[in-house]
């Protein structure tokens, strides 16, 4: 399979000031990149973080997993709807969509809730036999989730 893997932009239609900005002070999460590393050499992976280049939605692909913060779930669905509207299968994963999944089902095919390296291996074979499920819930191991919520005296976040 060809497997596209995005970050979306924070600011999609930045000047070249605000680019140039984003670079210089942005940290790049490591996310996509330890998603290809759990992906078999039998497909073909490219990493695309659209705050360093064009998303290129001509590319032909099998599957599009998008990572998604809060900050950037309305680019990601944009993202994610272009793709659907060209047939292609379309996973969201990430902080947003694990707190959202059903909001974020609206603009895919699957959603990872939690952590993906739990859950990707399924989630391509799945793809490959074109039967993806809807939601895809990452499982603690060892009783805990690799990212534990934040816990507090009187509440806590999940």
């Known amino acids: 399979m060809k497997i596209l893997l995005v970050m ?30 759990l ?36 680019r990601a669905y944009e993202i994610a709807d272009e793709f659907r509207q060209r047939g292609i299968k379309v996973v969201l994963g990430g ?6 999944p059903v909001e974020a089902k609206q603009h895919a095919d699957s959603v990872i809730i939690g952590e993906a390296e739990g859950v990707w291996q399924r989630v391509l074979k799945d793809a490959e036999n074109n039967k993806l499920k809807a939601f895809y819930k990452s499982e603690p191991v060892d009783g805990k989730l690799i990212i534990s919520p934040v816990k507090n005296n009187n509440f806590s976040l999940v």
């Open 8 to 37: 979306p932009s924070i600011k999609s239609r930045a000047s070249l000031y605000e680019r140039l900005l984003m670079k210089l002070t942005m940290w790049s999460s490591l996310t996509l990149q330890q998603i290809a590393a």
């Open 39 to 74: 992906t078999d050499d039998k497909h073909e992976v490219t990493i695309v973080d659209e705050n360093y280049e064009k998303i290129k939605y001509d590319g032909n692909y099998d599957l599009v997993a998008i990572s998604a913060f809060t900050c950037i779930a309305p």
């Open 95 to 100: 902080y947003h969509p694990t707190a959202l």
